[in-house]
């Protein structure tokens, strides 16, 4: 039946070829209309089944939350620099714009966040604070003149931080700590200034007393030398086309203000950034990568074959193919994954293997003086026989993904398995016609006398003698294969494996880069996690178990600005004694010598405290604090280390610092006593007081869905211990909980569960496919040992080569197994057809052209080293290195075998 098929097929292309050109070009428009709609996804969650529970959840939150997607400007240089470029930079990006359908314009995004609420604190500070806080500090709010100010200022840190070392213990009040020596900080810096008598103006002075009181206003790094800005999109990460728009019109708001900011690095990261990035460069990366495989095929064919005009058909076949199979591919799945991305670097390695079979059998028969139709026919039945098992037998084994659970294996499986398979019918119906014009036009010139037809050997001899000779040393062949298997294997068996997931990462990426400038800036990854609740006293509840978990930095919420009626209560009484004490405090317009003592004193007991504060964070290992309190008081292991308040003390004895003082006190004790006094409202904060930059990036536009957001105390990707402890002490507080670290988490298993699946069916198909083609068990087995080989010989090569295993190319060992068969099935084809003693010849015609595909495919997947993807770059290694080791043993084992075979017929 296949026999019937194959010559009918060779009929066709030597007697009508132009019929099947004409066939070619329908597919070929209709399928390059289909290959122009795919696109392309570098989303984790996408590699999950839609139906995930991680994924609906996640998708829930895209849905609900716009907080839950952002675009991330990272402004890094002096403070005051990038104050003032993030001031002039958040309006901007506010008035991007985009063109709806209907003509009319509608904001890219709906917000910046920047800054901290500071008009809604100004009401509400007191009562946000914590009753046991209050206890200890409300005497700092009772007096506004600077020397009682600075000896409250010292009874409050005695009694919240000094010989406390619970008050530092976790990392919220580690960075309350640090928000508070920051403002003394700052306010000993504006003293100094003022002593010396140096002008301060009075937005500066009161920017001190803001700073004591609310905090700076700027997401700063904790050095201060970086700067957050939040772009909240008026899209998601689905919407492809407003995303790049959206990223790219920040990205030109940054370079036109580069110039008026010379010494600020302005970059973007965030999930729309990386997205935009990883797409742009993984279309230029796999593109590069295709045009260097084909460049190289190319050139390869023509050495090889001694030719230009059918490799250059060969390598035209093979791009037709390989649109058939993306237009299959938008048929299938309708987009690529990060997985899928790469289907033209392996469709160009697996499928140039067709092509070389037929070109080699079809000039093999043209060379031996056969007529066109006569090779045409010999050649579809010699060679095509292996083409076609060699073809259904690889994308039967990708096809075997499809019983993957997660997306991105199943994908793969489907678009590399149809994709291959459309390259397969290209070259059975496409090939052989391009070769019929070919040799047409050939004997059209030998006709008239302007060519003669020379006859050559292009048969790689030394591969025949090679194999000839194994197989006559068959036992020493054998011996042999078991050693170097057994050494290979041992050598595999020590291989490491690589958990760093920002190993597979592209290189030199500013989205990426950035992600860990922040982790080391601000001590928290942007990778967070998330959890919906369906109130606020859920929302507080999640909050408060997950703040207690080791493996948890912080969280955000919006319970940080909506106390229980009962916590409002308890701090109540508190607030009115600040109040009333407050209000009796008379604001002093000078400040006398005996004001002026009073202050030395303090500021010199304030040393003191902060060096109490130093030691014991030094001891907890708290080193934010530890940091901030050398920037005041100096390093105790450098002693010539800059101290602010020594610096500070000797100006206040000098006879012209108190001119200054008392002009500095003139502007900040009335300022501060009117702040204090709004801030003592007892109102009750309620959902509906909260300003509409809190309440939209909490919860949802109806107000009845609440974000949880958590940061992991360590990087998930760098550490997969971390991954795991974090993802599993979120799901024992609540199974709901989302965020990239549980996804990626679950796609690791789900791989990993789902490629031991793969690898077994895949093993089971293809020897049953080989046994229903070879029709004898022994033969069967044949084609599967070196394979077998193969798989051990490629990862202990690995090992000898320094390459290491990660969640890349794992993915390769299935695929592997569908490749690597194909050089063992040719063989036995041939083998079979030729009979006994006949070794020399399979390996010098056959042997050639597994030879050649072998180099295609190895240089193919190579190509994927000079991609950026580092993870694609060790998967394409990893492949390379499996198709070498694979045609070694197929040379090798089958050669042995044979000899033993014929030896005893």
């Known amino acids: 039946m296949r026999e019937k098929f194959l010559i009918k097929l060779s009929e066709w292309h030597s007697l009508h070829p132009w019929r099947m050109l004409g066939l070619v070009l329908i597919l070929t428009v209709l399928f390059g209309f289909f290959a122009s709609q795919l696109e392309m996804t570098m989303r984790v969650e996408d590699l999950l089944p839609s139906k995930d529970k991680k994924v609906s959840q996640l998708n829930n939150i895209i849905d609900e939350f716009s907080t839950s997607t952002l675009l991330v400007v990272v402004l890094q240089g002096e403070e005051k620099q990038i104050k003032q470029y993030a001031d002039a930079l958040a309006p901007q990006i506010e008035e991007l714009t985009f063109q709806e359908g209907d003509g009319s314009q509608r904001k890219l995004f709906q917000r910046v966040d920047y800054k901290t609420p500071r008009d809604f604190l100004r009401n509400h500070v007191l009562m946000l604070a914590k009753a046991e806080d209050l206890e200890n500090t409300k005497f700092l709010f009772t007096d506004p003149n600077l020397a009682e100010f600075i000896e409250n200022l010292n009874d409050s840190m005695e009694r919240e931080y000094v010989g406390q070392q619970e008050s530092i213990s976790t990392r919220e009040k580690e960075d309350q700590a640090v928000q508070f020596l920051d403002g003394i900080q700052n306010l000993v810096i504006q003293l100094q200034k003022a002593a010396q008598a140096e002008e301060l103006t009075e937005q500066e002075i009161h920017e001190a007393a803001d700073q004591l009181l609310f905090g700076d206003s700027y997401m700063l790094s904790y050095d201060k030398k970086a700067l957050l800005l939040m772009a909240i999109p008026n899209f998601t990460l689905m919407d492809r086309d407003l995303l790049m728009e959206g990223a790219n019109g920040v990205q030109a708001l940054l370079d036109d203000m580069q110039p008026d900011f010379p010494k600020v690095e302005a970059g973007l990261t965030g999930d729309v950034a990386r997205e935009r990035d990883e797409q742009v460069y993984a279309a230029q990366s796999f593109g590069n990568s295709t045009l260097i495989a084909l460049v190289f095929i190319l050139i390869l064919l023509m050495v090889s074959f001694r030719m230009w005009i059918a490799p250059v058909l060969a390598v035209v076949n093979l791009i037709v193919g390989l649109i058939w199979g993306m237009g299959a591919a938008w048929l299938a799945v309708g987009q690529l994954n990060?997985?899928?991305?790469?289907?033209?670097?392996?469709?160009?390695?697996?499928?140039?293997?067709?092509?070389?079979?037929?070109?080699?059998?079809?000039?093999?028969?043209?060379?031996?003086?056969?007529?066109?139709?006569?090779?045409?026919?010999?050649?579809?039945?010699?060679?095509?026989?292996?083409?076609?098992?060699?073809?259904?037998?690889?994308?039967?084994?990708?096809?075997?993904?499809?019983?993957?659970?997660?997306?991105?294996?199943?994908?793969?499986?489907?678009?590399?398995?149809?994709?291959?398979?459309?390259?397969?019918?290209?070259?059975?119906?496409?090939?052989?016609?391009?070769?019929?014009?070919?040799?047409?036009?050939?004997?059209?010139?030998?006709?008239?006398?302007?060519?003669?037809?020379?006859?050559?050997?292009?048969?790689?001899?030394?591969?025949?003698?090679?194999?000839?000779?194994?197989?006559?040393?068959?036992?020493?062949?054998?011996?042999?294969?078991?050693?170097?298997?057994?050494?290979?294997?041992?050598?595999?068996?020590?291989?490491?494996?690589?958990?760093?997931?920002?190993?597979?990462?592209?290189?030199?990426?500013?989205?990426?880069?950035?992600?860990?400038?922040?982790?080391?800036?601000?001590?928290?990854?942007?990778?967070?996690?998330?959890?919906?609740?369906?109130?606020?006293?859920?929302?507080?509840?999640?909050?408060?178990?997950?703040?207690?978990?080791?493996?948890?930095?912080?969280?955000?919420?919006?319970?940080?600005?909506?106390?229980?009626?009962?916590?409002?209560?308890?701090?109540?009484?508190?607030?009115?004694?600040?109040?009333?004490?407050?209000?009796?405090?008379?604001?002093?317009?000078?400040?006398?010598?005996?004001?002026?003592?009073?202050?030395?004193?303090?500021?010199?007991?304030?040393?003191?405290?902060?060096?109490?504060?130093?030691?014991?964070?030094?001891?907890?290992?708290?080193?934010?604090?530890?940091?901030?309190?050398?920037?005041?008081?100096?390093?105790?292991?450098?002693?010539?280390?800059?101290?602010?308040?020594?610096?500070?003390?000797?100006?206040?004895?000098?006879?012209?610092?108190?001119?200054?003082?008392?002009?500095?006190?003139?502007?900040?004790?009335?300022?501060?006593?009117?702040?204090?006094?709004?801030?003592?409202?007892?109102?009750?904060?309620?959902?509906?007081?909260?300003?509409?930059?809190?309440?939209?990036?909490?919860?949802?536009?109806?107000?009845?869905?609440?974000?949880?957001?958590?940061?992991?105390?360590?990087?998930?990707?760098?550490?997969?211990?971390?991954?795991?402890?974090?993802?599993?002490?979120?799901?024992?507080?609540?199974?709901?909980?989302?965020?990239?670290?549980?996804?990626?988490?679950?796609?690791?298993?789900?791989?990993?569960?789902?490629?031991?699946?793969?690898?077994?069916?895949?093993?089971?198909?293809?020897?049953?496919?080989?046994?229903?083609?070879?029709?004898?068990?022994?033969?069967?087995?044949?084609?599967?040992?070196?394979?077998?080989?193969?798989?051990?010989?490629?990862?202990?090569?690995?090992?000898?080569?320094?390459?290491?295993?990660?969640?890349?190319?794992?993915?390769?060992?299935?695929?592997?197994?569908?490749i690597g068969i194909d050089d063992g099935v040719h063989i036995m084809h041939r083998w079979r057809n030729e009979g006994n003693g006949r070794i020399f010849t399979v390996f010098s015609s056959t042997g050639k052209a597994i030879f050649l595909t072998t180099l295609t495919t190895m240089f193919a997947f190579g190509s994927l080293a000079f991609s950026i993807f580092r993870g694609w770059a060790s998967f394409g290694l990893a492949l390379a290195i499996g198709v070498g080791a694979c045609f070694l043993t197929t040379v090798l084992i089958l050669s042995g075998i044979m000899g033993i075979m014929e030896h005893k017929k």
């Open 338 to 818: 990060m997985v899928t991305s790469m289907m033209s670097v392996v469709l160009l390695g697996l499928g140039i293997d067709f092509s070389i079979h037929l070109i080699s059998g079809f000039t093999e028969r043209r060379a031996a003086g056969d007529s066109i139709d006569e090779s045409m026919k010999k050649t579809f039945l010699k060679s095509g026989k292996g083409i076609l098992t060699g073809g259904f037998t690889t994308a039967c084994a990708f096809l075997t993904l499809l019983i993957s659970q997660s997306r991105g294996m199943k994908q793969m499986g489907t678009v590399t398995g149809i994709g291959l398979l459309s390259v397969l019918l290209s070259t059975m119906i496409f090939l052989p016609m391009l070769l019929v014009f070919r040799e047409r036009r050939v004997e059209r010139k030998i006709e008239k006398g302007k060519k003669q037809r020379k006859k050559k050997d292009i048969s790689f001899r030394f591969l025949g003698s090679t194999a000839s000779w194994l197989s006559r040393k068959y036992v020493f062949t054998v011996i042999a294969s078991v050693v170097v298997t057994g050494l290979l294997v041992w050598y595999g068996l020590n291989i490491k494996y690589d958990s760093n997931f920002m190993n597979l990462e592209p290189k030199g990426i500013e989205s990426i880069k950035l992600m860990d400038t922040v982790l080391e800036k601000f001590d928290f990854s942007m990778e967070y996690a998330m959890a919906m609740a369906d109130s606020v006293a859920e929302s507080r509840e999640l909050s408060d178990e997950f703040k207690d978990l080791g493996t948890v930095a912080f969280t955000d919420d919006i319970s940080v600005y909506l106390p229980t009626s009962e916590e409002q209560k308890q701090r109540i009484p508190h607030i009115l004694e600040v109040r009333e004490k407050m209000g009796r405090a008379a604001v002093q317009a000078d400040l006398n010598p005996q004001d002026l003592s009073k202050l030395e004193q303090e500021i010199a007991r304030l040393e003191m405290n902060i060096i109490e504060i130093q030691d014991m964070a030094f001891l907890g290992g708290q080193d934010k604090v530890d940091q901030k309190c050398k920037q005041m008081v100096g390093d105790p292991e450098k002693p010539d280390s800059r101290s602010r308040i020594q610096e500070l003390i000797p100006l206040l004895t000098q006879n012209s610092a108190g001119q200054g003082l008392s002009e500095f006190q003139r502007n900040f004790a009335p300022y501060f006593k009117e702040n204090v006094l709004q801030m003592s409202s007892t109102e009750a904060i309620d959902l509906k007081d909260l300003p509409a930059s809190i309440k939209d990036r909490y919860s949802n536009e109806t107000r009845d869905k609440f974000l949880v957001t958590i940061f992991p105390a360590l990087s998930p990707w760098k550490n997969p211990e971390a991954l795991d402890r974090f993802t599993d002490d979120l799901e024992r507080v609540t199974e709901e909980v989302t965020g990239l670290p549980p996804v990626f988490r679950a796609v690791m298993k789900i791989f990993a569960r789902d490629g031991r699946n793969a690898v077994l069916l895949t093993l089971v198909i293809v020897f049953f496919l080989l046994y229903a083609d070879f029709k004898k068990l022994r033969h069967a087995l044949m084609a599967m040992v070196p394979l077998a080989c193969g798989v051990f010989w490629m990862v202990g090569l690995m090992h000898l080569l320094g390459m290491k295993l990660n969640f890349m190319n794992l993915i390769g060992l299935p695929l592997i197994i569908g």
